[in-house]
């Protein structure tokens, strides 16, 4: 079956622009998970959602970045006013029930803030 | 809260010779563990996990993994490489029990290179 998607695969942005990345899970996965990757470092949770809300936000950065899953399916991470310091690999990933489950991940969405 | 070590950044091999991608954490509770493994343009693909049990866990590829709790450590070993095995290698914990089991930390990964 199909796996995780997301969309766009690669973004290039200007420093002040704001930028939507997507996820498609798994369907009928009620968790979702993203995650960020920044050059040499291994993956940092940001939010976590059981259906269409977030569990758990306490990974985003600050209050540029934000992100939605109003159908309890595809997710939306928004970064507002973006930094070069955003530039990193956006991974989501998703379980069927959250908790221990396994996480399967999306290739990821490579962002570059020049 | 808790954090990975993944002690080599690189390790390069030649093929069919054994390796072992080291792994420690911290943590004050009991964790889950896992290996996740990222090869070029692709997404993490979980490789083994630890729940409970026998120390020792097999996973896919012929590759395997044993936790220990007193040396708080979870190295990943395989007898005999492929050049296909070239790729990222990550090291992750997750509590065990409470509200944020869901959440992984990862190591900041290893690179296993492959040469013929």
């Known amino acids: 079956g199909a796996g995780v998607s997301q969309t766009p695969s690669n973004k290039v942005t200007e420093k002040g622009k704001y930028v939507e990345l997507r996820c498609d899970p798994i369907?009928?996965?009620?968790?979702l998970y993203w995650y960020r990757q920044s050059l040499g470092q291994g993956p940092e949770f940001l939010i976590y959602f059981q259906g269409t809300g977030a569990a758990d936000d306490s990974g985003l950065p600050n209050d540029r970045f934000f992100a939605v899953r109003p159908e309890g399916s595809v997710s939306t991470l928004k970064i507002q006013r973006t930094e070069r310091g955003d530039s990193a690999v956006y991974l989501c990933a998703s379980s069927l029930r959250g908790g221990w489950e396994t996480q399967y991940f999306g290739p990821g969405t490579r962002l570059l803030v020049l | 809260a808790q954090s990975v070590t993944q002690l080599d950044s690189q390790v390069p091999v030649f093929e069919e010779a054994p390796v072992e991608l080291r792994c420690n954490y911290s943590?004050?509770?009991?964790?889950?563990l896992f290996w996740y493994v990222q090869y070029p343009n692709q997404g993490l693909q979980l490789l083994l996990k630890?729940?409970?049990?026998?120390?020792l866990v097999k996973g896919i590829n012929g590759f395997e993994a044993e936790f220990n709790k007193s040396q708080t450590s979870f190295h990943l070993r395989k007898p005999s490489v492929h050049i296909s095995d070239t790729a990222e290698y990550f090291c992750?914990?997750?509590?065990?029990?409470?509200?944020?089991?869901?959440?992984?930390?990862f190591g900041k990964g290893t690179l296993l290179t492959v040469n013929p």
């Open positions: 369907s009928g996965h009620t968790a």
């Open positions: 630890y729940l409970s049990g026998s120390t």
């Open positions: 992750a914990v997750s509590e065990f029990s409470g509200c944020s089991n869901y959440k992984l930390t």
């Open positions: 943590s004050s509770v009991s964790v889950y």
